[in-house]
Nanobody
């Protein structure tokens, strides 16, 4: 199983980034996927999640209306479109999923820095 995030970088406040998480080694379409983030000195927090087949989404209150999670099951990839970025969005962003037996897989993360 492998999850590889990409798309992070340095962006000015108000800017946009699209993160990608390429998955391999499991049946991607069968699992809900999530994005988490962790800022220095803070706990890792759930940002957004999307179910497997129907693609129902949910978001942290802090990102509602600004971030959009989506998935392409043909490409085994989950995305996080981030608009109207704020300095408080600065964090390492991770994608993950959990198996039916309760094991959670994480990617290595991609850094997002929002600063002028």
């Amino acid at each position: 199983v492998q999850l590889v995030e990409s798309g992070g970088g340095l962006v000015q406040p108000g800017g946009s980034l699209r993160l990608s998480c390429a998955a391999s080694g499991f049946t991607f379409s069968s699992y809900a996927m999530s994005w988490y983030r962790q800022a220095p000195g803070k706990e890792r927090e759930l940002v957004a999640a999307i179910t497997s087949a129907v693609g129902i989404t949910n978001y942290a209150n802090s990102v509602k209306g600004r971030f959009t999670i989506s998935r392409d099951n043909a490409k085994n990839t989950v995305y996080l479109q981030m608009n109207s970025l704020k300095p408080e969005d600065t964090a390492m962003y991770y994608c993950n999923f959990s198996t039916r037996r309760g094991y959670t897989y994480w990617g290595q993360g991609t850094q997002v820095t929002v600063s002028s």
